[in-house]
């Protein structure tokens, strides 16, 4: 597990986190596949605006069983496409 902040603040977590492959996009982090999450849109939506509020550039990924090769280049390509 870890997570992430995107200096291009929410729509460059969202955009991150929709442009993966292999991640799968869940509110789960558990299980053998990759997951990514983006926890503002997700599992902490209804604490927004409290102290529980959690970044809105925040992402997490769960690394699973796939390649790790695999995964660093999704990753990249991801990151890759924001700048596009």
Avoid: W
């Amino acid at each position: 597990m870890l997570s992430l902040q995107l200096k291009d603040g929410v729509d460059a977590a969202k955009a991150f986190a929709s442009n993966t492959h292999i991640f799968t996009l869940a509110e789960s982090l558990g299980g053998v596949e990759s997951l990514i999450e983006h926890p503002a849109a997700m599992t902490h939506a209804s604490v927004s605006g409290t102290a529980l509020q959690v970044p809105d550039n925040l992402v997490r990924l769960s690394v699973g069983i796939e390649s790790i090769d695999d995964l660093i280049l999704d990753v990249d390509q991801a990151l890759d496409s924001l700048s596009q």
